[in-house]
């Protein structure tokens, strides 16, 4: 997977440096996401009926040398649905990680359906005083597959 790859490069290249990543891969006929972490705070997804999810994964920094390697994992995206992936800075700003993680966790449950920039508003939830540490948050908002009757016609044969 490209994040073995990126691993061998850093560790090549840069012996001594180590990276957080988390990379995924969406298909949009299946509607699900294949994805693996490294070292990065695990996403969130919020669901079409507001329950939220912390995406687990079991990986590792990158230039960390490992004896295994970092196993991808599958997630099913429903139209309505909200990922987040965010940067540590969001949640660490306080300097206490589990009081951030609630407030994130907070912030993406109590979110409006439909909120023109969530990215935004998740980060203004979150983050009452400057931070410390770089910030970023990204969302996807999952929308119902243009392929959805390609997938449910073709074992119609």
Partial sequence: MIVEAVDKALR???????????VGVIDPVEMTMLYVGAGHPPPLLRRPDGAVEELDFDG?????????????????LAPGSLLVLYTDGLIEATRDVLRGAEKLRAAVAGLPRGTSAPATAIHDRVLLEPAH?????????????PFGRLAATSGDG
């Fill in 12 to 22: 090549a290249e840069y012996p001594d440096t180590y990276v957080s990543a988390f």
């Fill in 60 to 76: 590792l920094l990158l230039g960390i040398p490992a004896p295994f390697s970092r196993t991808p994992k599958r997630v099913q």
């Fill in 133 to 145: 540490d770089d910030v970023a948050v990204l969302t996807v908002e999952v929308q119902p597959s």
